[in-house]
């Protein structure tokens, strides 16, 4: 587990630049993670635009949670130019599942984009490999077996899948590793499974092995979330503490409070 904590000082090191083609919720908390982890990030959204910011970024990331059809066509133009260019695209289906608009554009994005990984919640991700999903908003009100699921639809969608919850899983539809780093508190903050799309993307814009880096990415994020609730007594302290601990974990730090499993199919 070595090499996956070296992780984090590449990513410090090289900071690379994030494009977000995101949702107005997370915009601002989405941008200041991404600076208080030691990445860059930027938001353009106008479809004038999009295709070419996306190819100079080092990775792309497409979050579908307050769509509007503008919005949708310059994630197709952002997505088309990354693939070009070998710029990883991480995609966050927010709330797909819950209308038909939202299920449409998900099912579009996968058609239409070779995208390196989904990140979602257990009923994003359930929806997604056809199973019964449910949603309650955005939020999941999934209560099967997620190690399943995840599996299932990272064959299906031929791509890695990180499905988030108190237990993470993260697959590429053969080997898994399973997380356990996190908090309660991340569920009382909007936004928590949105940073970790981005913080993913930005592992994967220094990482080899895709695998490797999302599992990074979520222990590192999960670790910092549990020094920051040891810091804080509600949800408006926990998200200060928060990004300060993005900022402040260090590999050695993060090594003695990692969970992470690796099971190989
Ligand atoms: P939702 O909208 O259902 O809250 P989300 O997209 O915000 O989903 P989550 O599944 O909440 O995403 O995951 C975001 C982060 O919160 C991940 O790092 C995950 O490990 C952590 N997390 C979620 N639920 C718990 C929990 N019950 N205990 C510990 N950590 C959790
Ligand atoms: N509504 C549309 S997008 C959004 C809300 C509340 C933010 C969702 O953030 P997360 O990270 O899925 O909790
Ligand atoms: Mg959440
Ligand atoms: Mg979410």
Redesign the pocket.
């Known amino acids: 587990m070595n090499e996956i904590a070296s992780l984090l000082t590449s990513v410090r090191d090289r900071q690379p630049l994030i494009h977000n083609i995101t949702n107005q919720v997370v915009t601002n908390f989405t941008a200041n993670g991404l600076l208080a982890m030691g990445a860059s990030p930027v938001m353009a959204n106008a479809e004038e635009e999009a295709a070419d910011m996306a190819a100079v970024a080092d990775a792309l990331v497409l979050n579908i949670g307050t769509l509007t059809t503008p919005q949708v066509n310059a994630m197709l133009k952002a997505g088309q130019a990354a693939n070009q260019k070998g710029v990883p695209v991480v995609f ?1 289906p ?1 709330g797909v599942g819950a209308t038909s608009f939202r299920n449409m554009v998900a099912l579009r994005i996968l058609e239409e984009i070779d995208v390196s990984l989904i ?6 991700i359930a929806f997604l490999a056809g199973a019964d999903a449910e949603m309650k908003g ?3 009100a999934f209560q099967g077996d997620g190690r399943r699921i995840a599996v299932e639809a990272a064959k299906q969608l031929e791509t890695a899948v990180v499905l ?3 237990e ?1 899983v993260i697959t590429d539809g053969n080997s898994l590793y399973l ?1 356990g ?4 508190l ?2 009382k903050i ?5 940073l ?1 799309s981005s913080v993913t993307a930005a592992f994967l814009a220094v990482g080899g092995d895709k695998l490797s880096a999302a599992a990074a990415a ?1 222990s590192y ?2 670790t910092a ?1 549990e020094f920051a609730a040891s810091a804080s007594d509600g949800p408006g302290g926990f998200q200060s503490a928060f990004l300060d601990a993005l900022y402040q974990v260090e590999e050695e730090g993060w090594r003695k409070k990692m969970q992470l499993k690796r099971v190989d199919g």
């Open positions: 966050d927010v990140r979602g919640n257990a009923g994003e955005v939020d999941s988030t919850g108190e993470d997380c780093n996190g908090h309660q991340q569920t909007t936004g928590a499974g949105c970790l979520v994020y999960g979330a």
